[in-house]
């Protein structure tokens, strides 16, 4: 990824639920952090679990991603400073007003919205709602690099192929200039060593997908659901577990290739 301007833009994005989407962005952005890294973490799901894995309750916020989107309130002013060493553009349930309200050919709103900031961040990452949803086509017209999260199941090549598909036929035909260097890796997530299933998975995958699929898998392990109820990055709470080790040596991967 060369030629870009300021921050490098990461969606995670898959439209298929409970494959890792916001247990990945949060543990990506804690560990560039950990790099020394500027980093900013956009919350885009109405759900707002990104939000709350960080420690900060959606109804208590003066502010959310909501106003910047229906207000115009700078993003600047929305942005919460987390414990973890980056910032935050905090959800709430608002986010469905904003859901409902937008339509085909405001697919580049959030990348108009996140400008104003590019020169203050290194990386801006960017957690997606599942589904083909207007919020989810916003995060990935923003994203320089879009990093699908996969659970490392049979189903799950099929939500690859979904939004692989989706994204090379739509987005990069509408969109042609500003997405013309954007690019797709798929990482696989819930990742069983010791079976068959999700080595051969990922081999199937590799077949289609070749060098796109990430050499890094990320371990199906309690400690991440505890994590987000500790409202702490398993790479602060464990540093040394499998499972945080994985997501430093996906940003220190992030931070070769960008």
Do not use: C
């Not at 956009?42 to 900060?56: C, H, K, N, P, W």
């Not at 060493?85 to 085909?104: H, K, R, V, Y």
């Not at 289609?208 to 050499?215: V, W």
Request: charged letters at 20%.
């Amino acid at each position: 990824m060369t030629g870009y301007q300021g921050a490098r833009t990461i969606t995670f994005s898959i439209y298929k639920g409970g494959t890792g989407k916001t247990t990945s962005a949060v543990n990506t952005a804690a560990a560039l952090a950990l790099q020394k890294k500027k980093v900013l973490l956009v919350d885009l799901d109405q759900q707002a679990s990104a939000t709350r894995y960080l420690g900060f309750d959606p109804q208590e916020l003066q502010y959310n991603l909501y106003h910047v989107f229906y207000q115009n309130v700078p993003a600047s002013v929305v942005r919460k400073t987390t414990k973890f060493g980056f910032d935050l553009l905090p959800s709430s349930s608002l986010m469905a007003a904003i859901e409902e309200s937008l339509e085909p050919g405001d697919e580049m709103l959030l990348r108009d919205r996140l400008q104003p900031l590019q020169d203050e961040y290194d990386y801006i990452l960017i957690d997606t709602p599942p589904g083909k949803a207007a919020l989810a086509f916003n995060g990935i017209a923003a994203a320089d690099l879009l990093l699908v999260p996969a659970s490392a199941e049979r189903m799950s090549v099929d939500g690859i192929s979904d939004l692989v598909n989706h994204v090379q036929e739509i987005f990069w035909h509408k969109f042609q200039d500003a997405l013309k260097q954007q690019e797709i890796r798929i990482l696989f997530t819930m990742y069983k060593a010791n079976t068959k299933h999700s080595p051969g998975v990922v081999q199937a995958a590799r077949r289609i997908y070749q060098s796109n699929i990430l050499d890094i898998q990320i371990p199906e392990t309690i400690e991440f659901p505890r994590s987000f109820d500790k409202r702490m990055p398993l790479v602060h709470l464990l540093p040394n577990h499998p499972g945080a080790q994985s997501y430093i040596k996906l940003a220190r991967w992030i931070i070769d290739y960008a």
